[in-house]
């Protein structure tokens, strides 16, 4: 999460805004409360969409149909304004972290047990979807949610812009999606059908066991073209996926959509009958350290109840070091008024951290449980999030970064110098956008880094001081500040980290991206 941005509106509609979640193709995304209590995801179209007439009347269309999706699988639309000057809906707040943040930033692949949970909530996510008429299009890992019951689908349904917020809405011909995840029929720019469902379902499973995409990714040679040519024609790297769910997987990656399993016989296969019902996984299905984890968020979003525009979030109490996967990135103000609720979370969050899951799960799932949220996914309107998938803003673009797992949990500045081997100026290229990077020798709390984003749209520029430099490798960087570029396009970023590779590169991490990273070289 990030706090609110001084521009960013305080309300919309009956919500207040609480802080930002991301952002996406389509507009912001904010955490908010509703005047009687309920927090909820509220996404507000972006300006430039909203003023396309086209645009307004399929965003009218899906947002009607995915009202209809039932089922506790997903995260249910329960409010929107299509005819307001800038048009926003509200789901429900869905309490867990990305799939995408728990096998890159911190826990690895799930263990076989859990990878099945998987595949059964998520195929019946794909039945309620699929029932109200819509075809996700988009499945992937940032777009799963991981909590305690299980897994969660978002943002299905709602049209959205697939190559950039000033391109209007998606036409026939258009291509949603996420390379490495997308069917080859949608990579083609054919018909979608639910079967693209099913094959971006396999690639989920596929990433979730072994943490990798099944049919790699644009940092391998050849880039992004290489990587859509591997999905249309060869077959997927499968290494690595449980024995018990490997022809699952390769039959809903199968090249050819008649050939897939629907969603019902994933469902028979997995055995989803003894290990899911109502929503619910049967028994705990999570690894304990991830467990700890959600606890600790418990207690996060309880305390944003008093948090606002002008006022900061507290920090979670601290777990031991083993838990410390998801470092608090804000500093720690004055704690609220003390609570039976917080008090009794405060208490889970400690547990959590020593007990096992199954009474972690008993706790936090019992007929007393009100089931507080806990942190969505973090995708950063910040420089450096270096994902320029589904975003056209540079916010969701700032810098090219990667996993959160490594930085210090809430560590005090360490005295010393940037070293000599980051001096100097280093450049990448994405797509169309050109990022350059320049470091200059200096001490912490001094300014050391300037970026800038060049693309045919728009042009960013930020600085960044030395947060500390413990050693040669590796380097953390504070806060970013916007140097040049408006809102919302361009905005200010989160901490991040700076890393020598051994052919050379230079690495860029922002803390709390779902984002890969995007590697410099030296000019």
């Known amino acids: 999460m990030e706090q609110l941005h001084p521009h960013d509106p305080h309300r919309i509609?009956?919500?207040?805004?609480?802080?930002?979640?991301?952002?996406g193709g389509m507009g912001q995304v904010y955490l908010a409360r509703s005047d009687r209590g309920r927090?909820?995801?509220?996404?507000?179209?972006?300006?430039?969409?909203?003023?396309l007439e086209e645009f307004r009347i399929r965003f009218r269309q899906e947002v009607a149909a995915a009202r209809?999706?039932?089922?506790?699988?997903t995260a249910p639309v329960l409010d929107a304004d299509t005819e307001a000057a800038t048009p926003w809906f509200a789901t429900g707040y869905v309490a867990g972290p990305s799939l995408r943040r728990v096998v890159a930033h911190g826990f690895g692949p799930l263990p076989d047990r859990s990878v099945r949970i998987l595949a059964a909530g998520l195929a019946h996510a794909l039945t309620d979807i699929h029932r109200a008429g819509i075809v996700h299009r988009d499945l992937k890992p940032s777009n799963v949610l991981i909590t305690l019951d299980g897994p969660r689908v978002i943002d299905f349904g709602i049209a959205r812009c697939p190559t950039g917020c000033g391109a209007g809405p998606t036409r026939v011909g258009d291509v949603i999606g996420s390379p490495g995840f997308m069917a080859p029929e949608q990579i083609r720019g054919e018909p979608v059908t639910a079967a693209c469902d099913v094959f971006c379902l396999g690639a989920v499973l596929a990433y979730a066991a072994t943490g990798r995409l099944p049919f790699g990714d644009a940092e391998h040679p050849g880039g992004l073209a290489a990587l859509l040519l591997r999905s249309t024609e060869a077959e997927p790297d499968l290494a690595?996926?449980?024995?018990?769910?490997?022809?699952?997987v390769r039959d809903c990656l199968h090249r050819d959509p008649g050939a897939r399993p629907g969603p019902a016989e994933v469902l028979a296969r997995v055995g989803a009958d003894d290990t899911v019902a109502d929503g619910r996984a049967l028994e705990p299905w999570l690894p304990t350290p991830l467990v700890a984890r959600l606890g600790r968020h418990a207690v996060e979003l309880l305390d944003r109840e008093d948090a606002g525009p002008d006022r900061a979030v507290p920090a979670p109490p601290p777990l031991p070091p083993s838990y410390s996967a998801y470092p608090p990135l804000e500093p720690e103000p004055p704690p609220r008024p003390w609570t039976a609720s917080t008090a009794l979370l405060l208490a889970v969050a400690a547990v959590v951290a020593v007990l096992s899951a199954g009474t972690v799960y008993a706790v936090m799932s019992g007929a007393e449980d009100p089931r507080p949220p806990v942190t969505s996914p973090r995708t950063p309107v910040a420089a450096g999030s270096g994902s320029p998938s589904a975003s056209?803003?540079?916010?969701?673009?700032?810098?090219?970064?990667?996993?959160?797992?490594?930085?210090?949990?809430?560590s005090a500045h360490v005295a010393g110098l940037l070293p000599e081997a980051y001096v100097g100026t280093w450049q990448a290229v994405r797509g169309s956008q050109t990022w350059r990077l320049t470091l200059t020798r200096g001490g912490v709390g001094e300014q050391v880094m300037s970026l800038d984003v060049q693309d045919p749209g728009f042009a960013c520029s930020w600085t960044a001081a030395l947060h500390g430099a413990p050693g040669p490798d590796p380097v953390e960087l504070d806060a970013s500040t916007v140097t040049s570029g408006a809102p919302p396009t361009c905005t200010a970023g989160g901490r991040s980290r700076l890393r020598l590779l051994p052919d050379g590169a230079l690495r860029r991490e922002l803390a709390g991206s779902d984002g890969p990273p995007l590697d410099y070289r030296r000019q």
């Not at 209809?68 to 699988?73: A, I």
């Not at 056209?392 to 809430?410: E, I, K, P, R, V």
Request: proline share 5%; charged share 10%.
């Open 39 to 51: 927090t909820v995801a509220v996404k507000l179209v972006h300006p430039g969409l909203a003023a």
């Open 13 to 23: 509609g009956p919500y207040r805004l609480l802080s930002r979640l991301g952002a």
């Open 68 to 73: 209809r999706v039932g089922g506790e699988w």
């Open 392 to 410: 056209a803003s540079a916010s969701a673009l700032g810098s090219a970064s990667g996993s959160a797992s490594g930085f210090a949990s809430g």
């Open 240 to 248: 690595g996926v449980p024995a018990e769910l490997l022809d699952l």
